[in-house]
């Protein structure tokens, strides 16, 4: 991810232009903008102990600090919508939780300033929660950017964070705070580049909400000035500074017609000269089945039932799964509904798993592996997916996550069959890539996860914002073994499908569809890209693209080739 001139991908027109992971597609042209500051140490003058007759009156005025930095995050929260709602929300409520305004108070009544106070009680939080790992340890940005308001509060400065332009711009951060990113208005905020961050940060989730392009982990991005015009491409993850305007004008252009088709496209999936590709929705619960009926999705290609059980005590009864799973079932009745059984473990713990602590977890008793110690786990639930399909009267495909080895495959595939149902594997597990053709002796179909298949390959946590960009789907090492499955497949005659974030984005969908893969399965939100973008190219042009992109040897040279072949 060094700053590169962008003569391999639109020509040198485009000046310096620097690379970052992609994560909202879409085109920006606009000028930089930047967040404020957070209040410099010199702003901040203050004694350095307060005497006893002041501290119950600091005691108050931070009181009153936290409270109204809260109450404003509050009023956002109740302007904004959906994600963007919750993180307001959230944050407005970690800004007045007891624990750390008890912390802060406490050093007050013992005679630090309010401003120091504030610091030192985040910094014993941040601390706490950083050694907490996971969820904890995202919520460390949520306090840093509650001690800047805090502090501006008290210091009786504006409240750090992003200006409101008069002109539509692109903003250029560091990172962002989500309660920062959640109050972006669309139409004034048309792009979003950061630093820091990776694909599965708040920033990212709810740059995507919002619909606003963004790339993030842009490498170079401190050293653009505010004011210089950007046109940054959210689909190749490029932030190109100050370059030729016509050049930028027609970049523009062609992704307000690509929105323009995609508005119109309404399925069934296929390329431009007829080539069928069913473009499918994930799901986890009823709910989004329903909502993703409302989209030309032609089926669900994963259903990831942990997700209905992540606060279960106990494993649900047979019954109560059926229900849960008929509920997916409904609403494509006669459609292709492929369920895959529990991908427990790792960052989905199921407490009825009954799992041991590990030091590695992703390595660890995951997907599959639960059911060896415990069979009666996976007998229960294939007997609830069988009573639902019966109730509902579908034939669902059923599939094991994180399958290894031929031999699990026939076994997952003989006690799937026994139920009725029909029976494929899920190839995320490199070793599975690598003997695709043999697993496939033994089921029906294939499904390829491509998060954790980057992940296993590349050997980099798919939680790590730092690993971003070698997790990403595009690497060319990941795109190999893919390739290696979908040759499997074509030779076997059975169907091999992407379900991983890799057939979200729509420009390697076409890779996917040129190396033969046979379907792709995305978030309901991304299903009208990705079908809008394969009616616009033939099969041919997508092997060219599958080819082009296997021949690189980067992610960002791979996207580079494919888009080159595809245009
Ligand atoms: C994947 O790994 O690509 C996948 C689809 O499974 P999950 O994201 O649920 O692990
Ligand atoms: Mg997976």
Request: aromatic residues 2%; glycine residues 8%; contains cysteine.
């Amino acid at each position: 991810m060094t700053p590169t001139t962008a003569a391999t991908s639109q020509g040198a027109a485009l000046g310096v232009v620097l690379q970052g992971v992609p994560v909202v597609p879409g085109v920006a042209y606009a000028p930089a903008i930047r967040p404020g500051r957070p209040p410099a140490p010199e702003d901040l003058s203050a004694p350095t102990e307060l005497v006893e007759a002041d501290r119950e009156a600091e005691a108050a005025r931070f009181s009153a600090a936290a409270h109204a930095v809260a109450t404003r995050l509050r009023d956002r929260a109740a302007h904004a919508t959906g994600a963007a709602s919750e993180v307001l929300g959230a944050t407005a409520q970690l800004a007045t939780d007891r624990a750390w305004l008890g912390a802060a108070e406490k050093r007050i009544g013992a005679g630090t300033p309010a401003v120091r106070a504030t610091t030192e009680a985040v910094e014993q939080f941040v601390e706490m929660f950083t050694k907490m790992g996971g969820l904890m340890a995202e919520r460390v940005t949520d306090l840093r950017d509650i001690r800047d308001r805090v502090i501006a509060e008290l210091a009786g400065l504006p409240e750090p964070g992003v200006p409101l332009p008069d002109v539509p711009s692109v903003l250029c951060a560091d990172d962002l705070a989500p309660a920062d990113t959640a109050g972006l208005d669309p139409a004034l905020i048309i792009g979003l580049a950061t630093s820091l961050g990776g694909p599965t940060s708040h920033t990212a989730i709810i740059a995507r909400q919002l619909g606003i392009p963004c790339v993030v982990a842009v490498t170079g991005l401190d050293d653009v000035a505010v004011g210089s015009k950007i046109l940054l491409d959210g689909t190749l993850g490029t932030v190109a500074v100050d370059p030729d305007a016509t050049t930028a004008g027609a970049a523009v252009e062609r992704a307000r017609q690509a929105a323009a088709a995609m508005a119109n496209w309404s399925g069934p999936g296929a390329t431009a000269d007829g080539h069928p590709v069913a473009v499918l929705a994930n799901v986890q619960d009823g709910a989004a089945a329903r909502a993703a009926r409302a989209t030309p999705a032609e089926g669900i290609g994963l259903f990831r039932t942990e997700l209905c059980f992540l606060n279960a005590e106990t494993e649900p009864s047979v019954e109560e799964q059926a229900r849960i799973y008929g509920e997916v079932l409904q609403p494509f009745s006669g459609h292709k509904v492929v369920i895959r059984t529990l991908d427990a473990g790792s960052d989905k713990p199921l407490k009825f798993a009954g799992q041991p602590e590990e030091a590695n977890p992703a390595l660890g008793v995951r997907g599959i592996r639960v059911s060896f110690g415990n069979p009666a786990i996976l007998d229960n639930q294939l007997a609830g997916i069988a009573a639902a399909a019966e109730q509902t009267d579908s034939q669902p495909w059923v599939m094991a996550p994180m399958i290894a080895t031929p031999e699990e495959a026939r076994d997952f595939a003989a006690k799937v069959r026994a139920h009725g149902l029909i029976p494929g594997v899920m190839i995320e597990v490199p070793a599975a890539a690598l003997l695709a053709a043999r697993i496939l002796e033994h089921v029906d179909f294939v499904s390829i996860g491509t998060n954790d298949l980057a992940q296993y390959t590349m050997a980099a946590d798919r939680m790590s914002a730092e690993l971003a960009t070698l997790t990403d789907p595009w690497q060319p090492g990941v795109l190999a073994l893919v390739a290696m499955t979908a040759e499997a497949g074509t030779a076997a005659g059975k169907p091999v499908g992407v379900c991983g974030e890799a057939a979200a984005d729509p420009l390697l969908a076409c890779v996917l569809v040129g190396m033969g893969i046979t379907s792709l399965s995305a978030a309901a939100a991304a299903v009208m890209a990705v079908g809008a973008k394969l009616s616009t190219v033939t099969l041919e042009q997508c092997r060219r693209a599958g080819a082009a992109a296997l021949a690189t040897a980067s992610a960002a040279e791979a996207r580079a080739a494919a888009l080159a072949a595809l245009s």
